[in-house]
Nanobody, 116 residues
Framework: QVQLVESGGGLVQAGGSLRLSCAAS????????MAWYRQAPGKQRELVAA???????NYADSVKGRFTISRDNAKNTVYLQMNSLKPEDTAVYYC??????????WGQGTQVTVSS
C-alpha cells in the first residue's frame, strides 16, 4: 500500500498560482501512474490531470493551458502547478496513485480556495 501526503493548498486570489505536491512512500514510484483529482462541494470527484510512468500527460478540458502535472521520481513526488486560478477551481484536491500491479491509493486531500 502506497502512502500519499499532499501539501501546497491554500487560499489565493483569482489569477494567482499554487503548486501542489504529493509525496509517495514505497520503492516502485516510478512504475506507477499518478493523478490529481478534485471534488468541489456538492459535486462528484473529477480527474484534473494524470501522468504515466512514461511521463505522458492528460488534462481535464477545464484546466488545459493553466495546470501542469509533473513528477520527480528521485523524490517520489508528483506536482500540480496551477496558474491563472479561477473561483471554479475551488475544491479539495486529491492525489491518486494507480499501481502498476493494479489498485489505487489516495491521499487525504488538500483544500484549494480561489477568491474572486
Amino acid at each position: 500500500q502506497v502512502q500519499l501526503v499532499e501539501s501546497g493548498g491554500g487560499l489565493v486570489q483569482a489569477g494567482g498560482s499554487l503548486r501542489l505536491s504529493c509525496a509517495a512512500s514505497g520503492r516502485m514510484f516510478s512504475f506507477n501512474a499518478m493523478a490529481w483529482y478534485r471534488q468541489a462541494p456538492g459535486k462528484q470527484r473529477e480527474l484534473v490531470a494524470a501522468i504515466t510512468s512514461g511521463r505522458s500527460t492528460n488534462y481535464a478540458d477545464s484546466v488545459k493551458g493553466r495546470f501542469t502535472i509533473s513528477r520527480d521520481n528521485a523524490k517520489n513526488t508528483v506536482y500540480l502547478q496551477m496558474n491563472s486560478l479561477k473561483p471554479e477551481d475551488t475544491a479539495v484536491y486529491y492525489c491518486n496513485c494507480h499501481h502498476f500491479s493494479g489498485g489505487d491509493s489516495w491521499g487525504q486531500g488538500t483544500q484549494v480556495t480561489v477568491s474572486s
